[in-house]
């Protein structure tokens, strides 16, 4: 059939509620993970970032996990607010010759209901 | 600072036409990265810079796309001639040093008729 773009995975949730985005990496060479959202019509933001010598950043309202074990990172947002409403990105560094571009992965769509 | 700025923000051209994006990168930041964004693809990597100098253009996707960094406060991306499949946003980004984050502009909304 025809290929009609990426389907990317939603997430919906109620305000208030606790949101849970993961992300799924393939190249274990990989040292730094990003975190960005990006809102309609505006560029990526960041969000939050992790080195592969951690597995838990803690931010405002947000935390990054990382399981390097299964390759597995996940964005936890408490309390998530309509505000929150955008596509998120998780990004990897896969470091050797890749060292200093990013690989984005593509993305997931979370809706905040009032 | 005023972040990243890209222009134009939006540009509409017909096929066969020269299109040049461009882009002011975040003070000291010694990386510039272009971007394009589709919805088939999502975010690719085109090209990136290092002190001026490209690093890697693997992503370029052919010979009618071209960049250049001629100083540390100015980056272009030209695509000549450009085709209706080149329709997408492209972004620009910086970042201070190597294996951190990236800080985008607000990209260039490109279509090509």
């Known amino acids: 059939g025809e290929n009609v773009g990426l389907h990317l995975p939603t997430l919906s949730v109620q305000e208030g509620d606790n949101s849970i985005i993961n992300c799924a990496y393939s190249?274990?060479?990989?040292?730094?993970f990003i975190w960005y959202k990006q809102e309609s019509g505006k560029g990526p933001q960041f969000i939050i970032d992790?080195?592969?010598?951690?597995d838990k950043r803690q931010g405002q309202r947000v935390t990054v996990l990382l399981n390097k074990t299964v390759k597995h990172l996940s964005l936890q947002i408490a309390a998530t607010q309509p505000g929150d409403s955008a596509v998120y990105f998780c990004?990897?560094?896969?470091?050797?010759?890749?060292?200093?571009?990013?690989?984005f992965g593509q993305g997931t769509i979370l809706t905040v209901h009032p | 600072d005023a972040g990243v700025i890209q222009s134009p923000r939006h540009e509409v051209t017909e096929m066969g036409q020269e299109v040049t994006l461009r882009c002011k990168p975040i003070?000291?930041?010694?990386?510039l990265f272009w971007y394009r964004q589709t919805m088939m693809r999502g975010l690719e990597l085109l090209i990136y810079?290092?002190?001026?100098?490209?690093?890697?253009d693997s992503g370029m996707p052919e010979d009618r796309f071209s960049a250049k960094m001629p100083n540390a406060s100015f980056s272009t991306l030209k695509i000549q001639p450009s085709e209706p499949r080149d329709s997408a946003v492209y972004f620009c980004?910086?970042?201070?040093?190597?294996?951190?984050?990236?800080?985008f502009g607000s990209g260039t909304q490109l279509s090509v008729l």
């Open positions: 190249n274990s060479a990989s040292d730094y």
């Open positions: 003070s000291g930041h010694d990386y």
């Open positions: 980004a910086s970042s201070l040093r190597n294996n951190e984050k990236l800080f």
């Open positions: 992790i080195r592969s010598n951690m």
């Open positions: 990004a990897e560094n896969a470091g050797g010759t890749s060292y200093g571009k990013l690989t």
């Open positions: 810079f290092n002190n001026n100098v490209p690093i890697d």
